[in-house]
C-alpha cells in the first residue's frame, strides 16, 4: 500500500491533543486523514484535511465516518464498538481492533482479562451498579479500604477514588464498578509497546510516574525510570506479554506499580498513544506518534530508544482560574535549558484541566529533572 | 506579548515545504498563523489557520495580507519588499526587515555589502546585463573560468553557472548578473544564525556539504562537519558577524567556503530556515523552524547544540520520471536505524525536484553517514 502523498486516509476517531499530535506525523510524510470530534473546537480542528464533528458514541456517526477511509483509528476509548465491528466485516482495517478494545474499554472486563490469561493484577471485584457495591459493603464482603473505579467513562483521574470509609461511597457514581485491593506501591511505571499488523513488537524504555509527597498527584514523567535494570526488563517483558494478550496493534500503554518486594502489576492500559510517552517527542529516535503511525500502517517499527534523558510536566489549569487561557512566564521556562511547552490549543482553561505539557530534555537525567521543577515553580495556566 | 492560544497573527509569505515545517511549530504552540502563497496545492494550504492563494511579488496583494497579522515573516526571498516597507511604516513588525531583505535579495548588492563590510567573500564585478557581461569579456576585462550568478530569482541551484568559456555565455538569462573569481575549496560550509529583535544571538554547529565526487552535486548536509575546530570557530564567528552587519533577525543561513588555506568566504546568505537546517528536526535541542518562531516574537532562543550526529540526504525527483509521485522502497527506509523521511506534499515529481528529504541520527556520525548512504542508494522518487 502507497499511503505517501496519494488518496490514501487515515481516519481518526477524536480530535484532541493526542490526535493534534498524531497529526504532526501525518503532514511529515503526507498521509491524508478525516478527524471525527464531536467538539468544533478541537485541536485537531485545522491540520486534518478532513474534519468532522460528530458524535464518537454513535454508530451511524462513526460508521459513515468509517466508510470514508482506508484505515481507522481512535485517540480516545470511548467509541462505539458497534460501528468498528461492522465497518471491520465490510473490510475497513480498524487498529487497534474492535475486539481489542471491547476487552480494554470496560474496566471490568479488562480486569477479568488479566485474570483470564494470567497477567499480575492487583486482586479485584466486579460489581454491576452501586447497589450491588453497597450490598458488599454492607455484608462485609468488601473491606475497607478499597480503590474503585467506574467500569467506563474514566479519563484523567476521574471515575478512579480510594474509598476508606463507607460514606465515601455516597458521590461515587451509579453504574458498573470494581473494587480493587489497595496495593502499597514503591513505583507507578509505564512501558509503551507498539505491535503491528505483521507481529513486529518493539518496547520504550520503563517510565516513571514521580508523585507529589503530599498531594499524591503525578507531578513527572520520567525517562529512564530510576529503577534497577532487572526490574525495567521484567517490566518491559509484562508489557510486551499484555500486549500480545490483547493482539494489539498499535500503541498500548501499560500503566503498573512496583510494590514493595518488586513484584509488578498491571494497573490499566490505554489502547493509544500516551500521556506517559509525550517525553518521547524530544528525547526518543522515533516519537510515540510516528511509531503510531508505523504501527498501524504495518510499516516497520522504528528505534525506541533515547537520545537523551527527558522528564515532562503537565500544564493544567490553576485552581480558581476559568476562562480565556494565559501561559504566564511562558517566556521564562523558554530561556530554561532542554525546555520545550506544548499548547494544546484549548482556548479556555479550567482548574486542573489538561491544557498542554513541558518536556525538558538532557544528557543527564538529574539535571532535566531539576530544570523540570523549576518549570513546575515558574510557568502557571491562569485566566484572563 | 501573548502569542498562545490568542488572537494573535504570524503571518508567513510563501507556503513551501518550509513554511510548512514552520507550521509545526505554531501548531505546536498554537500560535494562529496566515500564509499567502501563488499555488492553491501549496503544503502549507493545511495546518494554517488561514491560507490565501495569490502573487508574492504584487504589491497590492502583499500589503492588504500583511494588513491583518501582527508580524510578518517569509519563508522565500521573492516577495514585494515595498509592500514590506509599507507595512513597517504602519507598524506591522516584518522579520527579517525590509531593509535587511534590500541587502540580500539581490545578488549583486548582497556581494556589495560584504564587500563595504569587511566580511571576505570571493572578488567579483557586477553587470546591469548581458551585454554589459559580454563587453567586458569582449574587452578582456573578465577572465576565464568564472562563476557567473544571476543577480535575482536564483533558487536550488538555478542562476548560478561556471563559465569556462565564451560560448556558456549564450544560453544565460538577460538581466543583472555578477561574475566571481572561482575559488577552488576543500569544503562548502554553512552556519545558521538565529538572532532576535532584543539582540540575543546563537549559532548552530557548523554543517558539511559533501560533494558527489563526479557530480558535483551536494550529496550530503553533515552535522557537525568533519573539520578543524579552530576552523568551525572562525566559521561560527564570520556567521555571526554577518548576521549582525545585516541586523538581521530571524534565522540567517550563511553558505561559506573552506579555501585550501583555510580562509572562510562568505558565498552567499538565506534570510530564513533552510535546507542544510533540516537535520535540526531530529538532531538539534531546538529545531531551526522552532527557532525562527523564537527570533521573530522576541522570544528566549533555544539550545543550538545537537543532541545526536545528523547527516541529511534530499529526496528529489528521478530523471526522466514526471507525474504522480510513489516513494520507491520508502518502507526500507524506515527499516534502517534513525531514519526519518520528510515527504513535502508536493503530488507530481519531475526531474530533479525537492519533493522531500530523509534524516539519518545515529550517537555515531560515521554510522550516521553510512546509513545515509544506504538511503541514498534504496529510495527512489519515480512516477507511477
Known sequence: MNY??????????????????????????????????????????????????????????????????????????GVNIEALEKLESEGIKVYPSAATLRNIQDKGIQKQFYKDHQIPTSPFKVYKDKYALNEAIVRKELHFPFVWKSCTGGYDGKGVSIIREAEEVIPLSEGACIAEKLIPFKNELAVIVARNPSGEVKTYPVVEMEFHPEANQVEYVICPARIDDAVAEKA???????????????????????????????????????????????????NQFEQQIRAILDLPLGNTDSKVAGVMVNLVGAESHTGPVVYKNIEKILAMEGVTPHI?????????????????????????RKIAEEVKKTIKVVSK
Open 4 to 77: 505517501f502523498s496519494t488518496s490514501f486516509t487515515l481516519g481518526i476517531l477524536g480530535g484532541g491533543q493526542l490526535g493534534k499530535m498524531m497529526l504532526y506525523e501525518t503532514r511529515k510524510w503526507d498521509i491524508k486523514t478525516h478527524v471525527l470530534d464531536p467538539s468544533n473546537e478541537a485541536p485537531c480542528r485545522i491540520a486534518a484535511d478532513h474534519f468532522q464533528q460528530g458524535n464518537l458514541m454513535d454508530f451511524e456517526t462513526v460508521y459513515n465516518f468509517g466508510k470514508k477511509v482506508d484505515v481507522l483509528t481512535f485517540e480516545i476509548e
Open 236 to 286: 518491559r517483558a509484562l508489557a510486551t506479554k499484555v500486549s500480545e494478550a490483547f493482539k494489539h496493534v498499535g500503541l498500548l500503554a501499560v500503566e503498573m506499580f512496583q510494590t514493595e518486594d518488586d513484584e509488578i502489576l498491571v494497573n490499566e492500559v490505554a489502547p493509544r498513544p500516551h500521556n506517559s510517552g509525550h517525553y518521547s517527542i524530544e528525547a526518543s529516535y522515533t
Open 344 to 368: 494544546y490549543g484549548k482556548k479556555e482553561t479550567r482548574p486542573f484541566r489538561k491544557m498542554g505539557h513541558v518536556t525538558i530534555v538532557n544528557k543527564d537525567l538529574n539535571k532535566a
